[in-house]
């Protein structure tokens, strides 16, 4: 059985940081990519982040480019997303996701599984 737990998420002040954690099991990343999406109150469900160690490719969208890092374990399954200097603009809940490849990461149709999402919430 496919399942993605998240976990990381809490309470920030602006300019702070915080790491997201996505456990994976019931498959490996040998095939998979593991992206980290987020749903901000009246907003759609965006892509910010990817990591597909098969096809050795990183994504970041642009607006948190610089300040977000996406690593994996080396056993292979967890990933992790480093958020650095946090602005109250990307309070949102974040999920982590299954997905064929890391280009598809600009649509959550081609996402097959996800977790439960962790909120993150960033203070001014």
């Known amino acids: 059985e496919v399942q993605l737990v998240e976990s990381g998420g809490g309470l920030v002040q602006a300019g702070g940081s915080l790491r997201l954690s996505c456990a994976a099991s019931g498959f490996t990343f040998d095939t998979w990519a593991i992206g980290w999406f987020r749903q901000a109150p009246g907003k759609e469900r965006e892509g910010v982040s990817c990591?597909?160690?098969?096809?050795?490719?990183?994504y970041y969208a642009d607006s948190v480019k610089g300040r977000f890092t996406i690593s994996s374990d080396s056993a292979g399954n967890t990933v992790y997303l480093q958020m650095n200097s946090l602005n109250p603009e990307d309070t949102a809940v974040y999920y982590c996701?299954?997905?064929?490849?890391?280009?598809?990461?600009?649509?959550?149709?081609?996402?097959?599984?996800w977790g439960q999402g962790t909120k993150v919430t960033v203070s001014s």
């Open positions: 990591i597909g160690n098969f096809e050795a490719t990183t």
């Open positions: 996701a299954r997905l064929p490849r890391c280009r598809l990461i600009t649509s959550p149709t081609w996402v097959d599984y």
